[in-house]
């Protein structure tokens, strides 16, 4: 059984290259390039263009923000 002051004085012996496990193994398609590309143009999500009000046809005023509904009900000016 070999012990630990082995190991260390054979450093190539059960080596493994941290670094190698980290490159990419092709480069993503050209398509794929450019959707990440423009994604970079889309404007920043804010509560403007990401909120809404609906009136439901039963009459219930909803809030939508993004995955979120919450019922108003009350209003104030």
């Given amino acids: 059984m070999r012990k630990h002051k082995d190991f260390m ?7 493994i290259d941290i ?4 490159e990419p193994i092709f480069e993503p398609p050209l398509e794929t390039l450019e959707e ?11 509560l403007e ?6 009136t439901e046809p039963d009459g219930i005023q909803y ?5 979120t509904r919450i019922r108003v009900s009350e209003h104030f000016s």
């Fill in 9 to 15: 004085s054979e450093p190539d012996y059960g080596y």
């Fill in 49 to 54: 263009n990401t909120s809404v009000y609906v």
């Fill in 19 to 22: 670094e190698s496990c980290f």
């Fill in 63 to 67: 809030f939508y923000c993004g995955n």
């Fill in 36 to 46: 990440w590309r423009s994604w970079e143009d889309e404007p920043e999500p804010t």
